[in-house]
């Protein structure tokens, strides 16, 4: 629908010449790869079909980041979506206090889809609008500063004591890192991490949750399954480590080119076959974003992938607040994208999409004000 009412307002002859940027053109360059890559796929019309769907949303970015350089309502955008993640919490926390379950296999505490995607957005909400908290409290707003740490503390403490996933463990402190260092001078930087460390510390010992979940990771990491016996016990972390492995040998049978897009299927399928248990499953998605891109394109594959993600974290170099949103999305999908394929997968990998589009426009918007004031001013002043 929004596709059906920006397409007619498009001027294509500029959308075309801002396609020279890289942070714009990658995108579509790596669908480009995806679709000539059913070429030397062997499976099916329809595996191929599927392979590509889950590039097609990068088709989305470049158009995103046009509009909304033309447009003044990106932070609506923003708001909205921060809207919609304080009512999720507030609705986690009430369904965690009333021990209500969506479906009889959910948990208390996440009323819509999974715990993994509910954590990824509190997450990115948490680090995005630090940077606010910061200039409230030193502007005097005491009022908004208030109600901004209020919020925080409810994201953060749902993480802690309600749900979270693993890779938003991983992610947080590389994200705290990142704003400290970013905002802080080196002293206030160090001492933040410190006071973290012990806050994190102090919630391990009242969390049982968090306690459980740090345990069971763990435990995960030091039992070593062979997914080739006739058990079925598979830990998550075994699972992991055993998609890895045949990702490395497919990778060394088809380095430069891959297999061709929509090949993770029918690679886990062949490695599923003859085993039960959660060693039998079929999958396509090797867990890693990296070995998902390998596979199916190779070395090639990698480089427009690393290359996209290097030519957004450019565009979001910037001071401004729009810019730290899109660096903390950039870098969120980036870490997430080592333990998972978060870049193809449909919720983490949508929220990349609309958030380096609407915020990328953003900063262009931003950037082409300040230069036509600047010009402006030039054209303005003469010569003695």
């Given at each position: 629908?929004?596709?059906?009412?920006?397409l007619?307002?498009?001027?294509?002859?500029?959308?075309?010449?801002?396609l020279r940027?890289?942070?714009r053109?990658?995108?579509?360059?790596?669908?480009?790869?995806?679709?000539?890559?059913?070429?030397?796929?062997s499976?099916?019309?329809?595996?191929?079909?599927?392979g590509?769907?889950?590039?097609?949303?990068?088709?989305?970015?470049?158009?995103?980041?046009?509009?909304?350089?033309r447009?003044?309502r990106?932070?609506w955008v923003?708001?909205?979506f921060?809207?919609?993640?304080?009512?999720?919490?507030?609705?986690?926390?009430a369904?965690?206090?009333?021990?209500?379950?969506?479906?009889?296999?959910?948990?208390?505490?996440?009323?819509?889809?999974?715990?993994?995607d509910?954590?990824?957005?509190?997450?990115?909400?948490l680090?995005?609008?630090?940077?606010?908290?910061?200039?409230?409290?030193?502007?005097?707003h005491r009022?908004?500063?208030?109600?901004?740490?209020?919020?925080?503390?409810g994201?953060?403490c749902?993480m802690?004591?309600?749900?979270?996933?693993?890779?938003?463990?991983?992610?947080?402190?590389?994200?705290?890192?990142?704003?400290?260092?970013?905002?802080?001078?080196?002293?206030?930087?160090?001492?933040?991490?410190v006071f973290?460390?012990i806050?994190?510390?102090?919630?391990?010992?009242?969390?049982?949750?968090?306690?459980?979940?740090?345990?069971?990771?763990?435990?995960?990491?030091?039992v070593?399954?062979?997914?080739?016996?006739?058990?079925?016990?598979?830990?998550?972390?075994?699972?992991?480590?055993?998609y890895?492995?045949?990702?490395t040998?497919?990778?060394s049978?088809?380095?430069?080119?891959?297999?061709?897009?929509?090949s993770?299927?029918?690679?886990?399928?062949?490695?599923?076959?003859?085993?039960?248990?959660?060693?039998?499953?079929?999958i396509?998605?090797p867990?890693?974003q990296?070995?998902?891109?390998?596979?199916?394109?190779?070395?090639?594959?990698?480089?427009?992938?690393?290359?996209?993600?290097?030519?957004?974290?450019?565009l979001?170099?910037?001071?401004?607040?729009?810019?730290?949103?899109?660096?903390?999305?950039?870098?969120?999908?980036f870490?997430?994208?080592?333990?998972?394929s978060?870049?193809?997968?449909?919720?983490?990998?949508?929220?990349?999409v609309l958030?380096?589009?609407?915020?990328?426009?953003?900063v262009?918007?931003g950037?082409?004000?300040?230069?036509?004031?600047?010009?402006s001013?030039l054209?303005?002043?003469?010569?003695?």
């Open positions: 629908m929004w596709l059906a009412i920006v007619p307002t498009i001027h294509w002859p500029a959308f075309f010449e801002s940027a890289p942070a053109s990658l995108p579509l360059a790596f669908f480009a790869l995806a679709l000539i890559g059913v070429l030397w796929a499976d099916t019309a329809a595996v191929k079909l599927l590509l769907s889950p590039v097609a949303k990068l088709l989305a970015i470049p158009l995103l980041i046009y509009h909304y350089e447009s003044e990106g932070h923003l708001i909205a921060l809207a919609s993640c304080v009512l999720l919490m507030g609705v986690s926390w369904t965690y206090f009333a021990d209500w379950k969506p479906s009889p296999n959910g948990m208390a505490g996440v009323p819509v889809r999974n715990y993994i509910q954590s990824h957005e509190f997450a990115l909400c680090f995005a609008v630090a940077p606010l908290l910061l200039s409230f409290a030193a502007n005097g009022a908004w500063a208030i109600a901004l740490a209020a919020i925080m503390l994201f953060y749902d802690r004591f309600v749900a979270t996933s693993r890779t938003t463990l991983v992610c947080f402190p590389v994200l705290l890192a990142l704003f400290a260092f970013k905002f802080l001078n080196r002293r206030h930087a160090i001492y933040l991490l973290a460390a806050v994190e510390g102090a919630v391990m010992l009242s969390s049982p949750y968090l306690r459980d979940r740090v345990e069971r990771t763990v435990q995960d990491s030091q070593t399954v062979d997914s080739n016996t006739a058990t079925p016990a598979a830990t998550s972390n075994g699972l992991r480590l055993a890895w492995r045949t990702s040998r497919s990778i049978e088809a380095p430069i080119f891959g297999h061709g897009t929509g993770t299927k029918q690679l886990f399928e062949r490695e599923a076959e003859g085993k039960t248990g959660e060693w039998g499953w079929s396509r998605n867990h890693n990296t070995l998902y891109a390998a596979i199916q394109w190779g070395a090639l594959g990698c480089l427009v992938l690393y290359a996209m993600w290097y030519f957004h974290l450019q979001f170099r910037g001071s401004t607040f729009a810019a730290w949103v899109g660096l903390v999305i950039v870098v969120q999908n870490v997430s994208s080592l333990f998972n978060h870049l193809f997968d449909f919720h983490e990998g949508w929220i990349y958030g380096v589009g609407v915020v990328g426009g953003m262009a918007r950037q082409s004000q300040f230069a036509s004031g600047r010009g001013g054209a303005g002043t003469t010569r003695p």
